[in-house]
């Protein structure tokens, strides 16, 4: 089987490619830089200079001459002040000329020096004897001439090779340029050509292979889940095709698993909905068919308490009033599960409501029981909203039922009160009645649950599980807040209605 490279070494390969490219351009680029460098710096340091300090010995040759002249010819010696300015100005010359390279064993540096030596002849046959007291004469003029002559000579000479020279190094800066010119490109293409590799090894090896593995991801995702997802290129991508094929598999697992599941919660659910149903409708039926006996039960019960009250001694009187409280209480309880065994099961329709107007209606319902505990009621602002209104009388008249039935020693102070919570309105009804343990925070929402024996506080251990499932019914929760320091307060939630123009929008 033919062996796979990995993503890393196909980028090994291409970087040393390309590096080497870069590297031999670099390196191309600074010789050819280098030589630039010394073809500028021997035209603007060298022969060019050397041009100028030719010309400055020139001058300086003429200065003497003319000043020799003039000193012959009119024997002031004022005129031999050129001579001299002449001399120090070819010793400068000559000694910056050597500095620059104009040296005996070059061509240039013999030039100079013949430059020298027919000056040295021309001083030495004119100009020494007049310097020594000779009579200066027209003769002395005369055979001045040739021998400055030979020295112009020499100098035209020297100036000729010091041009030339500082020509070859114009040439050869122009040729550097060229060189330098021509590299550049060189290096522009070898830079393009390096850049069209890597780009080319990228593509063909990383990019082409991802886009063929997403191109199947995401067929797999549209179109067909049950199509294998297959990778090619890098040794990296055939793991991650790998890795996707096997995560395509775990998926459909799971998914027939969940198709199994969602069948089998589908067929439960059903069998529960019909078992609800006919828990309900047994509830309804068991509820309706004991009123009537319980009625008779709870009437003969009366009458022969009212009866042979009395007439029976003291044991018979107790038997025939346990009788009556039963028979009561069997009646209660009874009412209280058909009426939790009805919320939700006939839905009534759900109307805009005002909360202030489901509390008076409440608090009308118990007003015996607020009169005989002398009880305070407050409430402040109280919203609108959605809802079935006789389940939404029970919840306010069951929470403030109980705030009255379980008081202290003083009256009952309960305040009702409402403010928004996002998209809710969070009720709260707060007593200083006797109170309740964290621990039982859940426990007095399950029905038939009581805190409480009979004889202390009356009641069916319903009511607060009716709110519970009126509440959640309504798309809201109910709970008791644990953080008061005395007392109760219940804490009941119910989402706010949509409309804007509905009930009061306060924030």
């Not at 073809?39 to 060019?48: I, M, Q, W």
């Not at 001459?65 to 120090?88: C, K, M, Q």
């Not at 590299?183 to 080319?200: D, N, P, Y």
Request: aromatic share 6%; glycine share 8%.
């Amino acid at each position: 089987m033919k062996p796979v490279w990995s993503i890393s070494r196909w980028a090994v390969l291409s970087g040393v490619i390309a590096g080497l490219l870069l590297g031999g351009a670099i390196v191309a680029g600074a010789l050819t830089l280098t030589n630039l460098t010394d073809s500028r710096a021997r035209l603007l340091d060298v022969t060019g200079p050397q041009v100028l300090q030719s010309t400055s010995l020139s001058t300086a040759m003429l200065n003497q001459e003319t000043g020799v002249r003039g000193y012959i010819l009119a024997g002031r010696s004022e005129f031999l002040e050129p001579y001299r300015d002449g001399l120090r100005a070819q010793d400068a010359a000559v000694a910056e000329l050597r500095r620059l390279g104009v040296v005996p064993g070059t061509a240039s540096g013999d030039e100079l020096d013949r430059v020298l030596s027919a000056a040295a002849t021309w001083r030495r046959t004119v100009i020494e004897p007049v310097l020594a007291g000779a009579p200066a004469t027209g003769a002395q003029v005369d055979a001045s001439k040739p021998l400055f002559d030979e020295v112009r000579a020499a100098l035209g000479v020297l100036q000729n090779r010091l041009e030339a020279d500082r020509l070859d190094a114009r040439e050869d800066l122009a040729a550097s340029a060229d060189v330098l010119r021509a590299m550049l490109v060189v290096i522009a293409v070898l830079l393009c050509a390096a850049f069209a590799l890597v780009f080319l090894v990228l593509h063909r090896k990383l990019i082409k292979p991802i886009r063929q593995l997403a191109s199947e991801v995401r067929d797999v995702a549209q179109t067909d889940v049950h199509r294998e997802v297959r990778g090619s290129g890098p040794k990296e991508m055939r793991e991650l095709a790998s890795d996707v094929e096997s995560l395509r598999s775990r998926v459909l697992e799971e998914v027939a698993q969940l198709e199994r599941a969602q069948e089998l919660i589908v067929t439960r659910t059903r069998e529960l909905e019909r078992s609800n149903s006919d828990l309900e409708q047994f509830a309804y039926v068991a509820s309706h068919d004991l009123q009537e006996p319980l009625r008779k039960v709870a009437s003969f019960c009366q009458l022969l308490q009212k009866r042979y009250q009395g007439k029976l001694d003291e044991r018979g009187d107790q038997y025939i009033g346990f009788a009556v409280d039963g028979a009561k209480r069997m009646q209660a309880l009874i009412n209280d599960l058909l009426a939790f065994s009805r919320v939700g099961r006939r839905p009534g329709e759900s109307i805009l409501l005002e909360s202030g107007e489901l509390l008076d209606t409440a608090l009308g319902n118990l007003e015996d029981a607020i009169a005989e505990s002398g009880a305070g009621i407050t409430h402040g602002e109280l919203p609108a909203v959605r809802g079935e209104k006789s389940l939404l009388v029970a919840v306010f008249q069951n929470l403030v039922g109980n705030a009255i039935k379980f008081r202290g020693e003083e009256p009952p102070e309960i305040e009702i009160s409402a403010e928004r919570d996002g998209d809710d309105w969070r009720f709260s009804v707060t007593d200083n009645g006797i109170g309740i343990s964290d621990e039982y925070a859940e426990r007095i929402f399950v029905i038939f649950q009581r805190l409480h024996g009979r004889g202390e506080y009356p009641g069916t251990g319903i009511g607060l599980a009716l709110c519970r499932k009126i509440v959640e019914h309504h798309g809201g929760r109910i709970w008791l807040d644990t953080t008061v320091a005395s007392g109760t307060r219940f804490c009941f939630t119910l989402p706010a209605a949509q409309n804007p123009d509905e009930g009061n929008e306060q924030a």
